[in-house]
């Protein structure tokens, strides 16, 4: 590799939208861009979108711009480790192309798993698919998992050798503490995420419809997926003056939702790390959330949130009924929630640990880290974020 003069460490991150983009994978990528600069200005990134926002053909000509990006920084030396963001479907062979192309190029990788369904995903796939995914995780330097969950997954199933596995939780930017609310008195509920099964959209808009004797509510659900579907549930059920389906929104009007918000609601039957949590723990909402995925490692029920199983409409219904109705519950879930999230969960120092964990990589350290995964049923974790 060319020889350069600047002593920066060079990170290319595979994401697939680009700025902007619907997922959880592009906002938590473009705030570390954001972050990088105040948190470690020794670390130059170089963003490389894989998918793009448009049809088929814009897919394709985005995947050929990031491999030649990527040829690019590797003819002038300016890539020294390649951060690969991994879900399920197009995503996965996506990244089996780039990372191929890696290892032509003699760039090391690391694997970001997002994608809370990839265990199941993996189980069905194709005898030869099978192969090409475990040949990438195989040759990839570190792959980095949200939970331990996800890091005992990628050791039994995926063979990955255990030194090479990082547990780093996912993070957001604070947020205010939200102080608008409407002259109404109306408790907002609000969703965020992908209107569908896979995040419980159809128990959430049955359980509304349990409450639709309740006259001091109404609720957002914000997110692409299946709006016009959800649309008319919520129409069905009579709901349509009290429940608002804007679609996607952009995160200038998430931020606007958060801060108009009194609880958040996630009943997802699969999750990884869900963003929409972590971003409702930092506004200081009340959060209603199931346990899948990671969600149990800082969503302590009655402590930092409500838990619900998952598909349970009753209790669902029951839990968003209990902090209509219970004003001093809601602020002091959302106040715990928010401290566990400035303990936890904050940007700036994720950011740091992302950089160590690259250079760890890089040099070869990575048995050197101790990275720990926040864990909400840790009484010590409570006890030190009640001081912030």
Known sequence: MPQRADHQLHVAIATPLGRGGHGGVDRL????????????????????????QGHI????????????TMLCLRATGRIDILHVNVSRRGSTYRKIILCAFARMC????????????????????????????????AAARC???MAPVWRNFVIGQIAVLSSRVVVLPSATPGLPRPTIRKADGHVHILFLGKLGEEKGVPQLVEALGRLSQLPNWRATLAGDGEVQKTREAIATRGLSDRVEIPGWIEPAGVESLVSHADMLVLPSLCENFPMAVIEGMAAGLAVVATP???????????KTGLVVPAG????????????????ALREELGRQARRFHRANLEM?????????????????????????????????????????
């Open 106 to 137: 003699g760039v090391p990788y690391a694997i970001h798993i997002h994608d809370g369904g990839y265990r199941d995903y993996l189980s069905k796939a194709s005898p030869a698919l099978n192969r090409r995914i475990r040949r990438m995780f």
């Open 57 to 68: 053909l814009g897919s394709i000509y985005w995947m050929l711009r990031a491999l030649a």
């Open 143 to 145: 792959v980095i998992v």
């Open 348 to 388: 700036a120092p994720y950011v740091n640990r992302l950089c160590q964990t690259w250079r760890a990589v890089l040099h070869g350290h990575l048995n050197d880290l101790n990275v720990q995964p926040p864990d909400a049923r840790r009484p010590q974790v409570l006890a030190a974020s009640s001081e912030l």
């Open 292 to 302: 899948v995925g990671a969600v149990a490692d800082i969503i302590e029920h009655e």
């Open 29 to 52: 990528m473009w705030h570390v861009a954001d972050t990088i600069k105040e948190a470690d200005a020794s670390v130059r990134l170089h963003m490389l979108v894989t998918r793009g």
């Open 312 to 327: 349970d409409v009753t209790a669902l219904a029951d839990a968003i009924r209990r902090l209509i109705e219970d004003p």
